[in-house]
C-alpha cells in the first residue's frame, strides 16, 4: 500500500490513541497464566498482540472478546497444556523473548518461528542461559527450538541489551519450585520496560523484592488477576504530539496517563524541550507549537522514539543529537540506516558515529518524492507526521506496515486533520 502525505493540515479534533502494545503483552500473558479467569480493559488490537494470544493459546489459554470492547481470558493457572504446536510469533521480538522462558517450562520440544526479521534478531542471552544450564536452545535461519525447563538460579545479564529477556525470565521465574533472583549488570538500559512488566505482576499478584540491581523473586506462587487495565500507549502519542511541530498547529491527544511509568512518556518533556508547550488535562495532553529548535535526546531508555525524534530534528533549526541509539539498528528495520536513507531523499543530513546519531535540520521541506516505509510501522509513521511539513505531497510505499502497532494510524491523522490518501503499490 503506498500512502500519500499532502502537505499542511487543519487544526482537526482531537484524537485518542490506543492502548499500549508492551503494557498489552504483559497484561495478556500474565491474565493467560491467572488460575482464575481476567477481564482485560483498554487493550490494544494488532498483528503484535494478536500474535502473543495466538502463541499463548497454545498452552491452554482462551480468549473472548465481550460486546463491550473489554476481553476475556481464561487462564491456565499453573497447569501448562502445550498441544505441541510450532509457535508462530508473527514479526513481535516481545512475543518471542517473553515467551521462550514460559514455553520451556512444559520440559517439552518447542520450535518458534516467526516473520520479517524476528528470526534474525539477536538471542544469545537465552542462548547462552540455556547451554549453561544443559539445555536444548537451537537457532537456525527461521526457526528457534528449545527443550528443557530453565532451573531457579541466581541470574545475572547485562543491562545494555534488550530488557525483553528480563522480563520473559520475570514472568517464568515464580512459577519454579524454588526461588531465583535477576542481577542486572550496569550500565542498565530500557529499565522502565522492566518497571512495566513488575507493574502487571504486582497487579497479578506476584511477589518479588528489587535491592539496588537486583531482583528477588520467590518460587511456587501462582498467578491471581482478575482484572487488567492497559494505558494508552506513549510511543504511539509521540506521533501526534511530534505532529503538533511539523505542522505548527495544535494536537490534543486523549488517553495518556500523565503518570505513567512508560520510558516513552519522556516525550512530554522532550517536546518542550524541541520548542513546544505540552498542557496536561484531564485524560491526555494538548501539545501546542514553537520555532523548532536543535535538541539532545538519551534514547537508552526510549528506543521506540528514535525514527519520529529523527523525524522532528530534520525540521529543528540546528543540529540536534541522540546517544545510545545503538539498539535501533536491530529492531523490524535497520531504524538509524531507513531514517537516515529517507531524510537524506528530503535534503536532510544524518550522520552516525558509534550509538551516536546527529541531524542537521532544514528550514523548509520541498517533498513530492517517493519514501520507502522499510517494512517498519514507526518508520512509516514518523516518516507520515514529517510529511505534513512539505511543500508537495509525499508518498509512502509499504505504508501497510502499520498494521503491526497502530492500524487506524491513517484514520487518526486524518481526524488531527491531515489529509491523507492512497495507492496501490
Keep these: 500500500m503506498i500512502a500519500v502525505i499532502h502537505p499542511g493540515r487543519s487544526e482537526g479534533a482531537p484524537v485518542s490513541i490506543p492502548g499500549s502494545k508492551s503494557m498489552s503483552h504483559r497484561a495478556l500473558i500474565a491474565a493467560a497464566l491467572s488460575a482464575q479467569d481476567t ?8 498483528k503484535d498482540t494478536e500474535a502473543t494470544m495466538r502463541c499463548l493459546s497454545h498452552l491452554g489459554a482462551s480468549f473472548e472478546a465481550q460486546d463491550d470492547g473489554c476481553l476475556l481470558v481464561h487462564g491456565i493457572g499453573n ?85 525483553q529477556f528480563i522480563s520473559g525470565l520475570l514472568f517464568a521465574l515464580p512459577l519454579r519450585n524454588r526461588d531465583s533472583s535477576i542481577t542486572v549488570l550496569p550500565p542498565y538500559e530500557s ?16 511477589r518479588f523484592e528489587e535491592t539496588d540491581a537486583t531482583i528477588h523473586i520467590p518460587g511456587n506462587q501462582t498467578y491471581q488477576a482478575s482484572a487488567l487495565h492497559v494505558e494508552g500507549d506513549d510511543s504511539q502519542a509521540a506521533f501526534f504530539a511530534v505532529l503538533a511541530l511539523t505542522s505548527q498547529k495544535p494536537v490534543v491527544v486523549h488517553n495518556m496517563a500523565q503518570e505513567s511509568r512508560q520510558g516513552d512518556h519522556v516525550i512530554v518533556s522532550l517536546i518542550e524541550r524541541a520548542g513546544g508547550q505540552s498542557i496536561p488535562m484531564e485524560g491526555g495532553y494538548t501539545f501546542l507549537p514553537g520555532k523548532v529548535k536543535a535538541f539532545t535526546a538519551d534514547l537508552a531508555d526510549c528506543p521506540d522514539l528514535g525514527p519520529v525524534l529523527f523525524a522532528l530534528a530534520a525540521v529543528a533549526e ?67 507526521v514529517l510529511a505534513v511539513r512539505a511543500e508537495q505531497p509525499i ?31
Aim: hydrophobic share 35%; charged share 25%.
Design 39 to 46: 477481564v482485560i480493559t483498554g487493550l490494544v488490537e494488532n
Design 79 to 163: 497447569k501448562f497444556s502445550y498441544d505441541g504446536s510450532v509457535i508462530d510469533c508473527g514479526e513481535s521480538g516481545s512475543t518471542l523473548r517473553f515467551l521462550i522462558p514460559l514455553f520451556s517450562l512444559t520440559e517439552e520440544a518447542v520450535t518458534f518461528t516467526g516473520h520479517g526479521k524476528l528470526m534474525s534478531r539477536p538471542q544469545t542471552v537465552y542462548e547462552e542461559l540455556f547451554e549453561k544450564q544443559g539445555l536444548q536452545f537451537e537457532a537456525a535461519e527461521d526457526t528457534l527450538s528449545i527443550k528443557g525447563a530453565l532451573k531457579p538460579d541466581d541470574y545475572v545479564v547485562r543491562g545494555d541489551i534488550s530488557s
Design 191 to 206: 529499565k522502565s520496560y522492566v518497571g512495566l512488566t513488575m507493574d502487571v505482576l504486582e497487579k497479578a499478584g506476584i
Design 318 to 384: 540546528g543540529t540536534s543529537v541522540f546517544t545510545h541509539c545503538g539498539r535501533l539498528r536491530i529492531k523490524e528495520s535497520d531504524r538509524i540506516a531507513a531514517m537516515k536513507e529517507e531524510l537524506g531523499k528530503l535534503g536532510v543530513l544524518v550522520q552516525e558515529d558509534g550509538d551516536t546519531v546527529t541531524i542537521e535540520g532544514v528550514p523548509n521541506i520541498k517533498g513530492g518524492v517517493a519514501l520507502d516505509g522499510h517494512n517498519d510501522h514507526r518508520i512509516v509513521m514518523a516518516l507520515s
Design 395 to 425: 508518498t509512502i510505499s509499504g505504508a501497510e506496515a502499520i498494521t503491526k502497532s497502530y492500524p487506524n494510524f491513517f484514520e487518526d491523522l486524518r481526524i488531527a486533520g491531515a489529509e491523507v490518501t492512497y495507492g496501490s503499490q
